[in-house]
């Protein structure tokens, strides 16, 4: 639709200018292809079938089937039979500043930053809506789309509160099924922070131990505890995903690239992104980014 804010560039998907947060129904017959997006990305079936396909695996869909990706993340749609997704997209930004304040709460902490990584689901979490819950999320889609053309500076408040009760309908199931509810320890959101402020920081278990003034054998128990994996592989997952973000957005030199997220050995580098997304850096640039300028890494 031509008021839709979402774009396209090749296989890449990315907003408008100034948009933040968008939701809008998509009906996919026979495929939607491989493509990438730079912002997150919550879909939700409300009819029809298909197949999802993402680095993670393939998932037969139904009705009540919410993927939640995150930035960077690859997917398709295959074999669809009027397969309708409710798509709901939000900037990072969005989350790294308003938003900023779920890591903070169990269930919206791990709906957005650790359960996409955790048990090795790379960025792609999945979960089923109950029919009533289905029903609210609805609502809560249809009061973000009826918001699309309104201006943002005017309706900021309108658009956050609107997401925040979606994502929090999708976290309460997700935390049912994984039995979450305990309050996040303050050392891994602490540890958390450090890490990805500095991501090009050298970082050893001693180091961040050191900076948090605990034991590294108790902040790894603290850090697994919290998301499914120690501290350095949380790392190691946020330098994969900024490093997408340059492949996606600049043409910069793959190793400058490595170096600017804290890995200066090109070859371990290439290893840990085939290793996070299934295709190599140079593969994952190939196919989803368009030439275009670049900006200064900072």
């Known amino acids: 639709m031509a008021d839709e804010p979402?774009?396209?560039?090749?296989?890449?998907?990315?907003?408008?200018?100034?948009?933040?947060?968008?939701?809008?129904?998509?009906?996919?017959e026979d495929c939607h292809p491989l493509h990438t997006h730079s912002f997150f990305e919550l879909a939700l079936v409300t009819g029809g079938e298909g197949v999802h396909h993402s680095q993670a695996g393939r998932q037969d869909l139904r009705v009540g089937d919410v993927v939640v990706l995150r930035p960077g993340v690859w997917h398709e749609y295959e074999q669809c039979r009027s397969l309708e997704v409710y798509n709901c997209c939000f900037s990072a930004?969005?989350?790294q500043r308003e938003l900023a304040w779920t890591r903070e709460d169990p269930l919206l902490g791990y709906l957005l930053w650790t359960g996409p990584f955790s048990a090795q689901r790379r960025g792609v979490l999945s979960t089923h809506l109950d029919d009533e819950t289905l029903t609210e999320a609805l609502g809560?889609?249809?009061?973000?789309?009826?918001?699309r053309n309104q201006s943002v500076r005017r309706?900021?408040?309108?658009?956050?509160g609107w997401l925040s009760l979606y994502l929090s309908c999708v976290a309460r199931t997700v935390g049912e099924r994984d039995e979450l509810g305990r309050q996040t320890h303050p050392a891994v959101l602490a540890a958390m922070r450090m890490m990805e402020a500095e991501p090009a920081r050298p970082w050893t278990l001693t180091d961040l131990a050191q900076e948090l003034h605990l034991a590294p054998g108790y902040l790894v128990r603290l850090?697994?505890?919290?998301?499914?994996m120690p501290p350095m592989?949380?790392?190691?997952r946020h330098r994969v995903e900024l490093a997408a973000v340059q492949l996606l957005h600049t043409d910069l030199p793959i190793a400058r690239i490595g170096e600017a997220v804290g890995w200066p050995d090109q070859n371990y580098f290439a290893r840990r992104f085939k290793s996070h997304y299934g295709l190599?850096?140079?593969?994952?640039?190939?196919?989803?980014n368009s030439p275009k300028l670049s900006p200064a890494v900072h």
């Open 233 to 236: 592989a949380y790392l190691s």
């Open 93 to 95: 930004d969005l989350v």
């Open 223 to 228: 850090f697994k505890s919290a998301t499914g």
């Open 280 to 288: 190599s850096a140079s593969t994952y640039r190939q196919r989803f």
């Open 155 to 160: 309706h900021r408040g309108d658009l956050i």
């Open 140 to 147: 809560h889609l249809d009061g973000l789309r009826q918001l």
């Open 6 to 28: 979402v774009r396209t560039k090749g296989t890449l998907l990315h907003f408008v200018e100034g948009t933040i947060v968008h939701a809008g129904p998509h009906l996919h």
